[in-house]
Nanobody
C-alpha cells in the first residue's frame, strides 16, 4: 500500500494550494481518507476527513470554511484544497487511509500514511 502526497510549497498568506494524495496497492474506494498536519515542534493534528463515497466530510475548526477535502475514486486520489492560507497553516501535511466506514479524527485510527508534503505560508 502506498500513499503519495504532493502539491505542497511556499505561498503567501491569503493564497491557495491544492494537495493531492495518490493511492496504490489498496482498494481506494473502500477506505476513508483523511488529512493531518504537523507543525514544527508540535504534534500531528487532524485537518479533514472524507467518507468512502465522498458523501460526508468533516473538518477541524481551524480550517473549516477555508479548506475543502474531496476525492476521485476513479483516479484513486484524494485532494485538499486550501484557500485563504494563514502563516499558522505552515506544516507538513500527511494523507492517511483507514478501512471501514466511519470518519475518525485520531491518527491512531488510520492504517496507511503518505510521506508528507510541506506547506509554508509566509506573512
Amino acid at each position: 500500500v502506498q500513499l503519495q502526497a504532493s502539491g505542497g510549497g511556499l505561498v503567501q498568506a491569503g493564497g491557495s494550494l491544492r494537495l493531492s494524495c495518490a493511492a496504490s496497492g489498496v482498494t481506494f474506494s473502500g477506505h476513508v481518507m483523511a488529512w493531518f498536519r504537523q507543525a514544527p515542534g508540535k504534534e500531528r493534528d487532524f485537518v479533514a476527513a472524507i467518507t468512502r463515497s465522498g458523501g460526508s466530510v468533516y473538518y477541524s475548526d481551524s480550517v473549516k470554511g477555508r479548506f475543502t477535502v474531496s476525492r476521485d475514486n476513479a483516479k484513486n486520489t484524494a485532494y485538499l484544497q486550501m484557500n485563504s492560507l494563514k502563516p499558522e497553516d505552515t506544516a507538513v501535511y500527511y494523507c492517511a487511509a483507514r478501512g471501514g466506514t466511519a470518519l475518525r479524527f485520531s491518527e491512531h485510527e488510520y492504517d496507511y500514511w503518505g510521506q508528507g508534503t510541506e506547506v509554508t505560508v509566509s506573512s
